[in-house]
């Protein structure tokens, strides 16, 4: 499955930030996004496209593109909210997830499941699922959200927007949407050799060893040490 991952706006981009200047809206974005791939990159199937990036503001126009060049399947937009003039202390509040003005209907699925991880995870106030005009959801072509996981406004949400604590609680509650939505699968654990059993190739060799009481023949994938080198050469070729 191919995931678009969006951090909205750029380390650069004019007022987008808390009033007091503590908090850049991308340092937000940008730090859920990277915690949401390596979450997702830990189910089978899932590829990661990135659209930002921590050097530039990343034209709107060229995110979108590239997700439908890519043909992704998903495209999820990461926001923090401001109100007012953005420039001041208010008391708005609260987590809202977006979807198109048409609400598509997979697009609206993955908003619900999204939206209410993240009410759960974050214990914030809930301004619900909401639609709007926004680039990233009119111009793609596949299911797209964009969630505004609190104020840089709000004394109170910048404070948590600030922590990582709270970034990897919204990245959780993010990914837990997705899976829950798709039906992702955990990739099985590579299951390594067990430390007692013996390679083909050495079983021969290690019978031989043993029946020259050169070893004992087990801790087989253990580092030799020098003592044990000694001891082995000594019954091999040393002792008369």
């Known amino acids: 499955m191919k995931i678009v991952l969006d951090a909205g706006h750029g380390p650069e981009t004019p007022g987008k930030r808390s009033p007091d200047g503590s908090l850049r809206e991308y340092q937000f974005n940008s730090a859920v996004a990277r915690y949401v791939a390596e ?19 990343v034209p709107l126009r060229e995110r979108t593109d590239r997700a439908n060049a890519w043909k992704a399947d998903l495209f999820v937009s990461i926001h923090a909210n401001a109100a007012g003039d953005g420039a001041s202390w208010n008391s708005a509040q609260g987590i809202e997830t977006y979807v198109y003005t048409t609400r598509p209907a997979a697009a609206l699925k993955l908003a619900e499941a999204v939206h209410r991880n993240l009410i759960r995870a974050t214990g914030r106030p809930d301004r619900g699922v909401k639609t709007a005009n926004f680039h990233v959801l009119r111009e793609t072509k596949m299911p797209a959200i964009l969630v505004e996981c609190g104020f840089m406004t709000n004394r109170e949400e910048c404070e948590l927007l600030k922590s990582d604590a709270y970034r990897r609680k919204c990245a959780e509650a993010i990914v837990a949407g997705i899976v829950e939505t798709y039906g992702l699968k955990p990739k099985r654990p590579v299951q390594d050799t067990a430390p007692d059993e013996i390679s083909s190739w050495a079983r ?4 031989w060893a043993v ?8 801790r087989p994938k253990d580092t030799v040490t020098r003592e044990e080198l000694w001891t082995m050469l000594y019954w091999a070729i040393g002792k008369k």
């Open 39 to 57: 979450a997702l990159l830990h189910n089978e199937g899932v590829e990661i496209l990135m659209t930002h990036a921590d050097d530039r503001v």
């Open 204 to 207: 021969e060799a290690r019978d």
């Open 211 to 218: 029946s020259r009481n050169i070893t004992d023949g087990t």
